[in-house]
């Protein structure tokens, strides 16, 4: 059983015909981006410099902000609740305030339901949370077919749900960006934060891997 999750419109702007490596369109607003980066530094506002070493940090500090946001959630369950009411208040709480995207909404997996992320139409990922997106999540074939047949696309990653586990799907735009809060793993209990937040990966974020527990 699966569900497509879209309760909002999917309000990317028009895109004009510069593509990705994949061959599809960038984002209007992508291209915008980028005439916008190329502007500031052809008139010296900002270096190339300082725009490799910005990627770079990006780059290196990865999914870490995630699943530290994970880990306070799984031994507070207060936060949690106001995690789950509210993303990105959630996440201002632990100081990560330089969220893009206007709304963040964090989708919890269940015994009964495990949720997934995507962008059919281009690739809004919550970077500041999960670091740059994998290549395989910007590709043609897994927007679209993780919509249309979810079940063999998480088997291709190595996970494989049991049928009365609803799959959910959500469809991120320019203005909304979605987490995946995971189940924690079983005989964690007596673990803190740092080590539970060892347990998520970046996948596990996305939707397509579990935590997985090994002893800290």
Not at 52 to 58: A, Y
Not at 104 to 120: G, M, Q, R, S, Y
Not at 161 to 178: G, Q
Request: glycine share 6%.
């Amino acid at each position: 059983m699966s569900e497509h999750a879209h309760g909002h419109p999917h309000d990317h702007a028009r895109t004009f015909q510069r593509d990705h490596d994949d061959g599809s369109p960038l984002p209007y607003l992508q291209v915008m981006e980028i005439a916008m980066r190329e502007l500031l530094i052809e008139t010296g506002v900002i270096t190339p410099d300082e725009v490799r070493r910005q990627i770079e940090r990006m780059d290196a500090r990865g999914h870490s902000r995630g699943a530290r946001v994970v880990a306070r959630a799984w031994t507070d369950p207060e936060f949690k609740a106001r995690l789950l009411a509210n993303g990105r208040a959630g996440c201002d709480e632990m100081g990560i305030t330089d969220l893009e995207a206007l709304h963040l909404v964090v989708v919890e997996n269940t015994e009964k339901v495990h949720n997934v992320i995507v962008c059919t139409l281009c690739s809004c990922y919550p970077k500041p949370l999960l670091g740059l997106p994998p290549a395989w999540y910007k590709s043609l074939p897994y927007r679209k077919r993780m919509v249309r047949e979810p079940r063999a696309v998480l088997k291709e990653f190595g996970l494989e749900l049991p049928e009365d586990v609803i799959v959910r799907i959500h469809d991120s735009t320019a203005d909304m960006r979605y987490m995946v809060f995971p189940r924690r793993p079983e005989g964690t209990e007596r673990w803190g934060e740092e080590e539970l937040a060892a347990t998520v990966s970046r996948d596990c974020l996305i939707g397509v891997a579990l935590p997985r527990a090994s002893q800290p």
